[in-house]
């Protein structure tokens, strides 16, 4: 066996002390993180893109329009909150959109990263902290969110569903309600101990449901009373309101506007201090 | 920086004035009920190449994880580069450098990128980054597999790459759990000597193996763990004198008969091993003790005298073979 050690190899070695500092990743490690998750999210940007337009143009061609004829034939046009059916349903549409985007690149990559790689591990080992992680995290999801829901009122614009203005605050409604359910799953997510079983059961019994009675598709004073409390608790239901309320004026309660808000915030509030708590604890494990 | 904490200082002013770079006083770290690190004391210096040596389950790791600022310790002192693990966590890990006994690179990320999102964990501009990544895949060997995906690369490779990455903060003291794991004869002495060079530099390492051959070659000094608690500690050739003779005669009876020869040998040599395929006896003398061997009327198989190693101190201290 031949040995041939080569020994050419040029350091240039200034030493840690010099070269790093600590007080910059301390700062600034939230976004350091966040630039590596986009950065793995660009690798699949056509996909982005495309699923992010394609599937509300389809949605809105085949649900939208189908649906929408048929209620609007059958009730009469603009029999509920004196919109088309399509523009009441827009609210709803993004705000289903947001939570969805956010949630999906909070739960993978975290399961990602403390179960499948342990990149987190890898993140960890250098100035960054868990809770910057969980932040950045965060963050990136929070970008992919406000971009989907962008994309999807484009499509929405185009159908005629919403008007100009009422971009920027449908766009701050859904990602507002992305960023408290994705708060949740994120602490949620980093909880699982190697399992990813839980998502699905998760899916079936909260998110689905959370959709199906959410004022989604026709208001939830048409629900049961005993169903409407799932509404009361779901981000997709403040979202959809607050969303009706603020872009085509549907008439609502002071006092419920400020409960919506709160809703997201009480749920980030939460989501946060538990991901944090979750977040350092497995780390420090 | 890192050498402002007086308490450290103190403890270690017997041994040298070199500066310290760890203290671990009464060291521990519990699973539940199950204490994998005990108590453990220990105190490595500036420049030092301190190696971790046990069977596995023994703590290794977990020290490693302790001393990386990253697992919280549930008892004792500890503290990196002057400062308390436990306050200053992010400021400690800023100046290390971690090689984890499992690969976790970034598998959607290409090599040369792996490299780049490390670096920028600790702050560094990519214009730095640049010129460190060319360095670090030369350093690596991995020139070549520079936009290959990490799941591309072979065992070693990601080995390697892992180790280069924990290289990109130039880091004040490098910590290496089970660095050769799966290279190559030619890596691993390839990497043997780029890690004598980082030591020359000034770069304490903190190394945990369990090739004896690594051990000597590499360590300063040595520190046998079982159990979590610490067996012995020294020099590799500390160790040897103290724990085994100078010389090690190996005989072989054939596996079944191993056993009974045992009891006709007994009091030959200071002490015996018995091994499932061999007899170890422990002597001044190997040639000597054959000879003894051969007059009680027995007839090795095959028979070898030898130096001891450190193979030889492990397998005292903690009745364990290294490689079964
Ligand atoms: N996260 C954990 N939870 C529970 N027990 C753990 C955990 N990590 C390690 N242990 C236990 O602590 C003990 C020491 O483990 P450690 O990984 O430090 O051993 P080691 O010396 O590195 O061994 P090896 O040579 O196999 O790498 C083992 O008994 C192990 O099962
Ligand atoms: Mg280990």
């Given at each position: 066996m031949s040995l041939n050690v080569s020994t050419e190899n040029k350091m240039t070695w200034t030493g840690a002390k010099t070269i790093v500092d600590p007080q910059r990743g301390i700062r600034r490690g939230a976004f350091y993180v966040a630039e590596n998750r986009i950065r793995t999210m660009l690798k699949w940007w056509p996909a982005i893109i495309a699923f992010g337009l394609g599937n509300p143009t389809l949605y809105l061609l085949s649900i939208g329009i189908g649906v929408g004829s048929l209620v609007d034939k059958s009730l009469g046009a603009n029999a509920i909150d004196h919109v088309s059916y399509l523009t009441f349903l827009a609210p709803a549409l993004l705000a289903t959109a947001g939570i969805q985007g956010a949630m999906d690149e909070v739960t993978w990559p975290t399961l990602e990263g403390f179960v499948w790689d342990r990149t987190f591990f890898s993140m960890n080992s250098t100035a960054i902290s868990g809770k910057q992680i969980a932040n950045g995290v965060m963050l990136a999801a929070m970008a992919r969110c406000v971009l989907q829901v962008f994309m999807y009122e484009l499509c929405l614009l185009a159908f005629g569903a919403i008007t100009v203005q009422s971009i920027p605050i449908l766009l701050l409604v859904s990602s507002s309600a992305g960023l408290g359910f994705a708060s949740i799953m994120l602490a949620f997510s980093a909880s699982i101990?190697?399992?990813?079983n839980m998502f699905a059961l998760v899916g079936r019994f909260i998110i689905t449901p959370m959709f199906m009675f959410s004022g989604t598709f026709y208001p939830i004073t048409s629900m049961p009373i005993y169903l409407q409390w799932i509404a009361w608790i779901s981000p997709q239901w403040h979202a959809t309101n607050l969303g009706r309320a603020l872009s085509y004026g549907m008439p609502i309660e002071p006092w419920l506007l400020i409960i919506h808000w709160s809703v997201f915030l009480i749920m980030a509030l939460i989501g946060f201090n538990w991901a944090h708590r979750v977040f350092e604890r497995r780390l420090s494990a | 920086m890192g050498t402002t904490n007086t308490q450290g200082r103190l403890k270690v002013a017997k041994n040298t004035d070199a500066e310290t770079m760890i203290v671990a006083t009464n060291l521990t770290k519990t699973y539940g009920d199950f204490k994998a690190v005990d108590g453990i004391n220990f105190t490595v210096r500036k420049g030092e190449s301190f190696g971790l040596l046990g069977p596995n389950g023994a703590g290794k790791s977990t020290t490693m994880k302790m001393i990386a600022a990253t697992s919280q310790r549930n008892g004792g002192d500890l503290l990196i580069l002057g400062k308390d693990p436990n306050k200053s966590g992010p400021e400690i890990r800023a100046h290390l450098g971690v090689v984890p006994q499992q690969d976790n690179l970034d598998r959607e990320l290409k090599v040369w990128e792996n490299l780049m999102i490390y670096g920028r964990y600790f702050g560094l501009s990519r214009k730095f980054l640049k010129g460190k990544i060319e360095e670090l895949l030369e350093f690596a060997q991995l020139v070549e597999k520079r936009n290959s995906k990490t799941e591309e690369l072979s065992g070693g490779m990601k080995r390697r790459l892992t180790i280069a990455r924990g290289l990109v903060n130039e880091p004040e003291i490098l910590m290496l759990d089970e660095p050769t794991t799966g290279l190559d004869p030619q890596a691993r002495h390839i990497l043997w000597d780029r890690l004598f060079r980082l030591k020359e530099l000034g770069v304490t390492l903190v190394i945990t193996t369990h090739y004896m051959d690594e051990a000597e070659q590499l360590c300063d000094r040595l520190m046998v763990m079982d159990k979590g608690k610490i067996m012995a500690e020294g020099s590799p050739s500390e160790l040897i004198k103290k724990y085994s003779s100078k010389e090690v005669l190996e005989v072989r009876f054939g596996s079944d008969n191993n056993a009974t020869v045992a009891e006709q040998i007994a009091g030959i040599g200071e002490r015996l091993e018995i091994l499932p395929d061999r007899i170890l006896v422990y002597a001044e003398n190997g040639e000597k003790a054959l000879e003894e061997i051969v007059k009680k009327g027995l007839h090795p198989v095959t028979s070898l005298v030898r130096r001891s190693s450190l193979e030889d101190v492990f397998l005292r201290l903690t009745g364990r073979t290294l490689v079964d």
């Open positions: 101990k190697d399992d990813d | -």
